[in-house]
T-cell receptor, first 112, second 114 residues
Framework: DAKTTQPPSMDCAEGRAANLPCNHSTISGNEYVYWYRQIHSQGPQYIIH???NNETNEMASLIITEDRKSSTLILPHATLRDTAVYYC?????????????FGQGTRLTINP | AAGVIQSPRHLIKEKRETATLKCYPIPRHDTVYWYQQGPGQDPQFLISFYEKMQSDKGSIPDRFSAQQFSDYHSELNMSSLELGDSALYFC?????????????FGDGTRLSIL
């Protein structure tokens, strides 16, 4: 699976949009970009995933560049409960179990 | 919506004892994954099962074994426990019929070895 690079930490003011970048310059054509977050010692929580088109759900938006070498997760109106470690993971979508490889992630702190 | 259920939530054992962790996947999910997260570390993949067959294996010690049963629940068996086994153990499940489907995680079992 392709390696991802994320900033180790970011801060964002409550109520503002949080934009979390991820570089995955070696991504292959059949690899999806997944975002998970982990709030202190809880199980990782799935946020969103995409292949090449931008995606939006009730939690966030995912913007993938046209060359697919980077992406941005957008939390439109960050709240204190969004403070967590955010993981960008690239994974091949194949039949059968495909593990997630967690990197260091971005520790996002939402400030009041 | 129903989520992944793990039991027990907390477990305290002594060195050289055995432990069994259980995972009940989301209904209709056919794939189960186990991850280990040591203190201050990121989750690390241990092992996975698809349709009750082991499908992938990560950095799982030989002292650990796991299986998936006919009702799709899974158990992680740990023997000769060591201090270094103290960690959070997460189970995740997914539906692999559509291969890009995300994994959903349980709240984990916190294992402490004294």
């Amino acid at each position: 699976d392709a390696k991802t690079t994320q900033p180790p930490s970011m801060d964002c003011a409550e109520g503002r949009a949080a934009n979390l970048p991820c570089n995955h310059s070696t991504i292959s054509g059949n690899e999806y970009v997944y975002w998970y977050r982990q709030i202190h010692s809880q199980g990782p929580q799935y946020i969103i995933h995409g292949l090449k088109n931008n995606e939006t759900n009730e939690m966030a938006s995912l913007i993938i560049t046209e060359d697919r070498k980077s992406s941005t997760l957008i939390l439109p109106h960050a709240t204190l409960r969004d403070t967590a470690v955010y993981y960008c993971i690239v994974r091949v979508a194949l039949q059968g179990a495909q593990k997630l490889v967690f990197g260091q992630g971005t520790r996002l702190t939402i400030n009041p | 919506a129903a989520g992944v259920i793990q039991s027990p939530r907390h477990l305290i054992k002594e060195k050289r004892e055995t432990a069994t962790l259980k995972c009940y996947p989301i209904p209709r999910h056919d794939t189960v994954y186990w991850y280990q997260q040591g203190p201050g570390q990121d989750p690390q993949f241990l092992i996975s099962f698809y349709e009750k067959m082991q499908s992938d294996k990560g950095s799982i010690p030989d002292r650990f074994s796991a299986q998936q049963f006919s009702d799709y629940h899974s158990e992680l068996n740990m023997s000769s426990l060591e201090l270094g086994d103290s960690a959070l153990y997460f189970c995740a499940s997914s539906l692999q019929g559509r291969s890009n489907q995300p994994q959903h995680f349980g709240d984990g079992t916190r294992l402490s070895i004294l």
